[in-house]
């Protein structure tokens, strides 16, 4: 088998002989599946000989702790300095959604920008949280690019039964 045709281009060929527009044709099938072949992905696993395709994640950067009385949400938002720049809505008591704006954070004296990985999008991100919470008490602040929202927890249900089970 010959999946570029390698046979059929050189079949007859002279050297004393022109190319032919379908002989170049070929050529230029054999090339256009040659592209097919070893394209970017191919040359990226060959040692990362090819250019690096960038990744866009848009996905917001959480952490939650908590202790007995609190649930902490931690959310990094590249240029934060407004908590009303992080909407939160509830799903359910123990489900959120949130949505952010990235403003993109500019050097005082710089003029042109080069390159970015941030997303110019709205990021936003759904969590569910180990527990229940208050959907009514919790309040938030921002400091350094980083909003922190201090949720309290609501009493943890029970959700183990006993079933009498009669042998």
Do not use: C
């Amino acid at each position: 088998m010959d999946p570029f045709n390698f046979h059929k281009m050189f079949q007859g060929m002279n050297p004393n002989h022109s190319f032919s527009p379908d002989y170049l044709k070929d050529i230029r099938g054999m090339v256009d599946e040659y592209k097919q072949v070893l394209d970017e992905d191919f040359w990226n696993s060959v040692n990362g000989m090819g250019r690096r395709k960038k990744t866009f994640y848009n996905q917001l950067p959480i952490e939650i702790w908590d202790n007995e009385t609190n649930l902490f949400l931690l959310v990094f938002v590249p240029g934060l300095t407004d908590a009303n720049d992080v909407k939160l809505t509830f799903l359910s008591e123990s489900r959120i959604l949130l949505k952010a704006n990235v403003k993109r954070p500019q050097p005082p004296t710089s003029t042109k920008l080069v390159e970015s990985d941030f997303n110019d999008e709205v990021l936003q991100r759904e969590l569910d949280f180990p527990y229940p919470i208050h959907k009514d008490n919790y309040h938030v602040y921002v400091e350094e690019s980083m909003a922190t929202f201090i949720f309290k927890k609501s009493k943890k249900r029970n959700k183990e039964e006993s079933i009498p089970i009669d042998f």
